[in-house]
């Protein structure tokens, strides 16, 4: 007897037994299950033919023994691409032989054949193994070419994306996110049938829909491509699902800093919105407008946009551009050094994101005030507005939010001595920044959490030097270097607050940190952050000491932008420590130029510590 076939069926088998085991088959179906396939491979044992016996054979040997209806269904669900729901295969495939009050026991006989697998037990999926879909797609080609079936298979994801598309934005955001993530290559198949079909109006409003949903889940080039490739056949199209494809080109090419295209965009469906009569979507716009010109670094634009799409999205009650616009125009105030102002807005935004938003905004709205809780000193707040949001975000499933929330929690957590669970949350930073090119990309996220208010062009360059940080220094260095860098930040913003004890605490352990994990360039611009408090502080002997440090420090490491861009005086800084010393100036500036790192930690001597004002 020849059993070369034996093989192949035992391969179809083996996944099936498993994904059973996986899903979590009570003992008495998994039994019934291991007979079915036993009993399978005993027939095909019993009657093999003497030529090579293949997978193809196998599954006609069991498609011969379906009835009618279920052939029909069996060859119809090959439409889907990574699983289905019942709902979708009573709407799409039912019809003729295929009754849809049926659908539901015909699928049970197809399971029971193991043709199909059903998974999961809540929101249960059915699914199809490569295999045999790729069987029942040429059953169903060689049969009749199906368009029909491809039109209802567009029209319903379309359908369910339309739905989403005000749910990703509302209580149950991630929901909506995370089913469209079960039926990603469903829609993508709706898309490129629509599109190749002619269906453009369809294909531009299935595109529209889903401009969130590659937002909330980073897949930003994926989302540009199929925009801009619907957009390209926009002629007769209509109005509105224009209007709303345009909004979602502008929104990504923002994520994907392309200020020129989101502008094109983003007028041209404002224009449109605002011929229609339609004011959420015009309030929509005008926010995004407000957040490009932040970008573009023209703060007075962006302030003036965001408060015209506060006011436009109270008159019209959009409670997403109502807390986004706040949580804009809080973020702003707070960088350029309101924490009053700062405080009301993001509050008031926070509030609105609690009563109908969903975890995800307000996780990263905890997060923001997080940052401006640290930005005012009050550290223990903000480890517990970083812990709360970390806990929404990780339920979410947001890596890139988890990153950030560990950044400020580590930082918190070093301040109060807890060095080495820091370290700790710092090798996850560093994991959770880089597991997204589009994401270590993105900096929609880093302008609303970083201190300070340094320009697009110098926040590009904080991500290139952390990326090649990373690249460069591992494992707990790397750690250590990144922590240094966000220390610094923070000392800088208390620095800028008149904090100025709170400033040489940070400054003098992110000082600590970049030395021991070998970044020459975080060692000499914290160094040179100490010697302007010192200065400020009048101690220009300590000052004169310091700025000479940090000179030769920066010198020896090659430091390629010097002086560092958040000290924009630091040349009248030394020329007045240097008219204050006179002569001494250059005696003071050698001494530094000796001292160690210990010796500069002892010289700096912060006192303050962690405890919160008050």
């Known amino acids: 007897m020849d059993l070369t076939g034996v093989p192949a069926l035992l391969d179809a088998s083996a996944p099936l037994l498993r994904d059973s085991l996986q899903v979590g088959h009570a003992p008495g179906q998994l039994v019934q299950r291991l007979d079915q396939q036993f009993a399978l491979l005993s027939g095909t044992l019993r009657d093999m033919p003497p030529h090579q016996q ?17 052939r029909l269904l069996f060859k119809r669900l090959s439409i889907f691409s990574g699983g289905f729901t019942l709902e979708a295969a009573e709407q799409i495939c039912s019809g003729d032989l295929v009754d849809r009050s049926l659908v539901l026991n015909l699928l049970g006989r197809l399971v029971e054949t193991s043709l199909v697998m059903a998974v999961g037990t809540e929101n249960q999926r059915y699914r199809m193994l490569e295999p045999i879909s790729h069987y029942a797609k040429m059953r169903l080609d060689a049969e009749v070419r199906n368009d029909e079936l491809l039109d209802r298979h567009a029209r319903f994801f379309t359908d ?23 039926e990603h290559y469903n829609l993508r198949n709706a898309l490129d049938w629509l599109f190749k079909s002619g269906d453009f109006e369809n294909a531009i409003a299935l595109a529209g829909a889903l401009r969130w949903f590659w937002v909330i889940k980073r897949e930003v080039s994926e989302g540009t491509e199929w925009i801009e490739r619907t957009l390209t056949k926009r002629e007769g199209a209509s109005d509105r699902v224009v209007a709303r494809a ?34 959420p979507g015009e309030a929509r716009q005008v926010y995004l407008l407000g957040v490009l010109a932040w970008f573009e670094d023209d703060l007075e634009q962006a302030e003036r946009l965001i408060t015209e799409a506060l006011v436009l999205s109270r008159t019209h009650d959009v409670a997403w551009g109502i807390a986004w616009s706040l949580a804009v125009k809080g973020t702003m105030a707070r960088l350029r050094g309101d924490l009053v102002g700062a ?35 009050r550290y223990s707040e903000a480890e517990d507005r970083y812990s709360s949001g970390r806990s929404l975000l990780l339920k979410a499933g947001d890596t890139l939010g988890l990153a950030h929330a560990d950044a400020g929690l580590g930082a918190m957590a070093w301040l109060a001595g807890d060095h080495d669970h820091a370290l700790d949350l710092y090798r996850s930073v560093l994991e959770g920044f880089s597991l997204s090119e589009e994401a270590s990309n993105n900096l929609f996220e880093l302008k609303t ?3 300070g208010n340094p320009s697009t062009a110098e926040l590009r360059e904080i991500v290139e030097t952390n990326r090649n940080r990373a690249v460069r220094i591992e494992g707990q260095a790397g ?96 020329a007045s420590v240097r008219e204050a010393l006179g002569s001494g100036f250059v005696r003071a500036t050698m001494d530094g130029e000796a001292l160690t790192v210990d010796q500069a930690m002892e010289l700096a001597s912060p006192v303050s510590g962690f405890a919160d004002p008050g």
């Open 160 to 182: 369910l994306a339309e739905q989403a598309d005000t749910q990703l934005l509302g209580t149950t955001q991630t929901d909506a996110a995370d089913q469209l993530e079960l």
């Open 449 to 451: 959490m970083i201190q």
């Open 54 to 70: 293949t997978l193809e054979t196998t599954l006609d040997w069991s498609y011969d023994f379906l009835s009618g209806a279920e």
């Open 343 to 377: 405080r009301r807005d993001m509050l008031e935004s926070h509030q609105v994101f609690l009563d109908r938003m969903g975890i995800l905004d307000i996780g990263w709205s905890l997060l923001r005030l997080g940052a401006l809780a640290r930005d005012e000193g």
């Open 479 to 574: 750690a250590r270097a990144a922590l240094a860098e966000y220390l610094y930040h923070v000392g800088k913003t208390a620095f800028r607050h008149g904090q100025i004890e709170r400033s040489k605490t940070a400054l003098a352990e992110s000082m600590r940190l970049a030395d021991t994990a070998g970044d020459k360039r975080g060692t000499a611009i914290a160094v040179a952050g100490l010697a302007v408090a010192a200065q400020t502080l009048g101690d220009n002997e300590t000052g004169a000491r310091l700025f000479g440090l940090a000179e030769w420090m920066a010198s020896e490491g090659q430091v390629r932008i010097w002086p560092p861009p958040d000290e924009p005086d630091y040349s009248s800084r030394v």
């Open 246 to 279: 345009l909004n979602g080109a502008g929104l990504l090419a923002i994520r994907r800093l392309d200020f020129e295209r989101a502008r094109t965009a983003l007028v041209d469906g404002l224009e449109i919105y605002r011929r229609m009569g339609d004011g």
